[in-house]
């Protein structure tokens, strides 16, 4: 650890309050431990030590630590997240939990997907809030409770990505006559998005003393407070539709809604299991559902829970460990994420790839002899290997590789492809025949195996009686 004269400075990035909001419990732990600490709304500020949570920016600090504003964060565009947001210019990247390991772990052989250190597990910061005292979390939700006095002993929670469309009036609606508390939480929204805020004012107005089991919450008062006294949280596809599980709290999404994120809006998108489904016309019913069994209720939650997050109460901890190893430049305390054998294979076979884009035959053939001689999975590195054997005019070799790069391709394909070429072009012809069979019937809209079989049936060729019956077979099996 850095001595007090030696710290540097760490700077959290944030544009909205939102980001600060998911980055503050580190910036809390920074400063028990003795460092300067700020906050900054300007990410190109050049500074030592820097923390950023945004979306697709790039670092200007001497250490650079990057990780999620949001558990949903392009959830559009999963698993292929680090393609359209990279990490790769950033020291360290940050994951909350299972769920984000395994997406890491399937893009891990993507350039995006790399900080020079590693990718490391620690949970997710914010849920500090509530593990690191619970004690401590419980008296201050208690608090809320009392503030908002709240009459009912059953709460629902509503807390929407977006605000528009009139979505809490549908809440309201749908719910104000029955004997639950209603919160009203909204983002706190930045002032670069006025229409929304206009949108949320406007609720708001309508809402306010509509009833005295409706509450509206001050959108700066932390989300897991909220969360803390509730039985149950709607939303559309928002993150919270995860959070709310920390606090063993299950969640409804109402998949209606629309996100106007684009023009015209698009529909909700909730790639989360044990999140429940439900319609605007059917919210009324399903929250009743889901209050009337609140022991399954909250078994679904506390399994989302597990999928998501690691590390309760640890997690700004083991953040400021990893920050003060990396700069300290001494071992790490705990090893990042490691690439998965199968990803590893397929970045050597991209290095075999280009030797061969740029004629490199020697290159390429060194990656890929190691590639087969641990029988990788890699089914390109056989059939690569194969095409190098063919235009070496070992046709024994190339055979035997082709061969292999079918079994393990799985269903026929471009291996499959050039088995049948290099066995048509070796005279083979019933193994060529059942090949073009297996080809056409897998793909049958493949114009050059129609052709190849086709010539192979027309043309005076030695074909057996048995391949022909064969490939009757193939034809005419239902299975693919």
Known sequence: MPSSAAKPSLTFFHSD?????????????????????????????????????????????????????????RHDIWPAFWDHEPWDAFDIGLVPGEAWVQRWKSQAGQLGAAPRLGVFEIGWPKADLIYRSREQFHAQAEELRRSLGLIHPQTVLYAPSWENDGKQDDFVQSLVDLPVNLLLKQAPWSEAY????????????????????????????SIMYCIGVSDLLVSDESSVLIEAS????????????????????????????????TTRSALRESVEKLLADPVLARSEALGLRDHHFSHFGQSSKLAMDLIEAAWAKSPLPFAPLQTPPAVLDQMLYRQAERYLINDDISGATSILARLIAKDSDCWQAFNDMGGICFNLRDIEGALTLLKRAVEKEGRPGLAMRNL???QLSAGLWDDALLSYARLLHELPDDQQSRENLAGLLAGEFDLSQTACEEMLKVLCSGER
């Open 246 to 277: 920390l606090h063993g709290v299950p969640s409804l999404s109402v998949t209606d809604w629309l996100i106007p994120d684009r023009q015209p809006p698009r529909p909700v998108c909730v790639p989360f299991e044990n999140v429940q489904k």
């Open 420 to 422: 049948a070429a290099t």
């Open 194 to 221: 006025p229409w929304v805020l206009e949108n949320i004012r406007k609720m708001d107005e309508r809402h306010r003393g509509i009833a005295g089991n409706v509450h509206i919450v001050d959108r700066g008062v």
């Open 17 to 73: 309050d939102c980001e600060r909001q998911a980055v503050a419990p580190i910036a809390e732990e920074a400063e028990r431990r003795g460092y300067s600490v700020r906050f900054s709304l300007d990410l190109s500020e050049r500074v030592e030590i820097g923390v950023y949570c945004q979306h697709a920016c790039r670092p200007n600090a001497d250490l650079s630590v990057i990780m999620l504003h949001d558990l949903a964060q």
